[in-house]
């Protein structure tokens, strides 16, 4: 990690930010009413990803990054889970998450490989 200054260098938390902000975009055109509901759960557990890649970035302890690297994960499977449940309830359609669904496949992917290096 010799370019790495900080977690703001670190790719997989650039496609953290990425996701994040696609959900927030996706989201605008949610209904008023989902204000409290499935927008706010999407957008949390989009933020979610990128942040706790970065604090876990910023323990500096293996075990603590493997840590918040498997949180990450599990914010994934929540956003997959509501933005799957959204194009089923109608309020967007698999076209309009089809991105983001291959963003987080990427990003599994980053977090997979990334914990595997951090165990070795």
């Known amino acids: 990690m010799s370019g790495i200054r900080d977690f703001k260098d670190l790719i997989i938390w650039q496609k953290g930010m990425e996701i994040a ?11 008023r009413d989902e204000l409290f509901g499935m ?19 910023g323990r500096r302890s293996p075990g603590d990054y493997a840590r918040f690297l498997n949180i990450s994960q599990g914010s994934i499977n929540e956003l997959q889970t509501h933005l799957l449940l ?12 089809e991105l983001i669904l291959q963003y987080l496949q990427e990003e599994t992917k980053m977090i997979i490989s990334l914990l595997k290096n951090l165990n070795t």
Do not use: H
């Open 21 to 31: 902000e696609k959900c927030y975009l996706l989201t605008k055109n949610f209904p």
């Open 39 to 57: 927008i706010q759960q999407i957008r949390r557990s989009s933020v979610s990803i990128p942040a706790n890649i970065a604090e876990g970035y």
């Open 86 to 97: 959204s194009s089923r309830v109608g309020l967007c359609t698999i076209k309009d998450i």
